[in-house]
């Protein structure tokens, strides 16, 4: 049990001194040509609860819907976290990323593992604790360039201060990464949730109740999610050349929603679906940049869509900076069916969305085990479309579009 010294400001504030923790420094402005998506921005400020918010929610609703079925990424701005949280949870990033090497490997992603969770193989990609930077292979024996540190069940209080191993650093910050993060689960996700529930014509609450609602210290029938700081340290041209500029290789996420702490600098790139060119998402001062995971296009299916999208090198005149950024990776309970019989909704009922023929209920777990066991394989040099458990999922994209579909079978 973590004693109340780790959380006294006065203490927290010394650690802080002690580790040089100071505001991370962003790219400035590309000069250079980009192009850029045009992504829809949903204010979250406009959401009003009650009867009297009605036509807020289903006004907000509606911008939404359009955007879900068509790429499933957007910006949302009136989240209800201000930019000193931002910049305070990036300093905190910058910190646990600067921390000596032999404290890293003491908490090397998946190794230390709760009670609840001694069954699962969870690895480096998704297991508390580092994915250390060089861990990926790319192309021409190129090592990956991105540093992740991982924190689950931070909606588990007594799980997530008492019973997971961090290193002291982390200790006198996890009160403030709990608090951001509770804030994107409970508040953020609750109100695009009760909107989905408007597009899909459920009673508001259900998707809640039903499938993202915490248990407390119940993990499998809890709605969850990972905690991630990232870091892309800046790479030389030759990295460039050899890799196609591949700073994170292409993926859909598995997840249900993505919540993305955007970034000036020009790395982050989406698919378009009919022309398999890529586009670059801008930057937009204190928003997140949001997308639709896989668990949600298989809950709906396929009515909300989890679009391939990928991390690149900068451009030249912001080569030379990192890209220090925050993600919440939000999932359903690990015993949701990600499916449409779970829904029941009439709009996708009577729109045909449903579960293809002869293809097997799968819960979220079984989802989440068998896109982890692929992810978590260090070689990635090929570009492959992978069928996973009967389903199609996006992966792997290094080199360009799509050019290999292999199926996979995982238990």
Known sequence: ???????????????????????????????????????????????????????????????????????????????????????????????????????????????????????????????????????????????????????????????FYNKTEYPEFVKYHLDEISEYFKHLHFETLRKLLILMDIILELPEGQLWENHFKVIENDINRSGGGRARFLMYHEVEKEYVKKTNGTWLRGHSDACAITFILSQPIVSLQVREHDSNNWKYISHTSNSLVVNIGDAFKFLTGGYFKSSLHRVTTPPGDQLKHKRNTVIYFSNPSLTTYIDPLSLNSPKLDRLGYGIEPGVERITFKQWDEAKGTYFNQKNQQNSKEVSLLGRSTLMSYIDGAPSEKKALSVS
Not at 11 to 25: C, G, S, Y
Not at 80 to 102: P, V, W, Y
């Open 1 to 159: 049990m973590l004693s109340e010294e780790y959380f006294d400001p006065e203490k927290r504030a010394t650690v802080d001194q002690l580790h040089n923790v100071r505001p991370f420094i962003e790219a400035p402005p590309t000069k250079e040509p980009v192009d850029f998506m045009d992504l829809d921005t949903i204010d979250l400020s406009t959401f009003q609860d009650g009867p009297q918010g009605l036509s807020s929610r289903q006004k907000l609703a509606q911008q939404l819907e359009s955007v879900l079925t068509d790429y499933g990424f957007f910006k949302l701005v009136g989240h209800g976290i201000s930019e000193a949280t931002f910049e305070r949870m990036k300093s905190i990033g910058q910190a646990i990323f600067e921390l000596e090497d032999d404290i890293k490997n003491q908490f090397v992603g998946g190794e230390k593992k709760i009670p609840q969770e001694e069954e699962r193989d969870l690895g480096v990609i998704r297991g508390t604790g580092f994915k250390p930077r060089g861990y990926l292979e790319y192309t021409n024996g190129q090592r990956d360039n991105v540093e992740f540190y991982n924190l689950r069940h931070f909606q588990h209080d007594d799980i």
